[in-house]
């Protein structure tokens, strides 16, 4: 069996988004599902800031934590589950979650990040509503 994989076809096929930026924040990678996810074509997005799909009231917030990641080097997420609001390109929110990696250069120096993101605004509405449920029948009188 040829186990060797094909990262491209990889990319390109898997469910979740796949989103790499540089140390300046542009998007340098942007897979189907990310389109499919955000809006954005891949050529829309190519070269943009995160800013694309970061709501603006999360931006300085956000635009601090990643300078302090590509000088450091390290992300205090590590492998933690982030589940944050994100914009889509009709100007909705969506509720994601993500993990986040370091990338590094030759000489260790961090250069950017991938984020593998899935799209979460069903199931977080889903559970709103079923926690509103609950709490209507526990308190019928509110």
Same mark, same amino acid.
Request: charged share 25%; hydrophobic share 35%.
């Given at each position: ?31 189907? &599902? ?8 891949? &050529?829309? &997005? ?28 390290? %992300? ?16 909705? %929110? ?34 709103? &509503? ?13």
């Amino acid at each position: 069996m040829n186990t060797s994989v094909d990262l491209h076809q990889l990319v390109e096929c898997v469910g979740d988004a796949i989103v790499v930026a540089d140390a300046n924040e542009k998007i340098v990678l942007w897979n189907p &599902a990310a389109t499919r996810i955000f809006g954005y074509s891949e &050529a829309e &997005a190519l070269g943009k800031t995160l800013d694309l799909i970061v709501p603006e009231r999360q931006r300085q917030k956000h635009k601090e934590g990643y300078s302090k990641s590509m000088e450091t080097g390290t %992300t205090r997420y590590g492998t933690s589950l982030l589940k944050v609001p994100a914009k889509h390109q009709d100007g909705s %929110t969506l509720s994601i979650a993500f993990t986040v990696g370091m990338l590094f250069d030759g000489s260790q120096k961090a250069n950017g990040v991938v984020a593998i993101i899935r799209d979460e605004t069903q199931r977080f509405a889903e559970e709103r &509503a079923l926690k509103k449920q609950i709490s209507d029948l526990e308190n019928p009188d509110s």
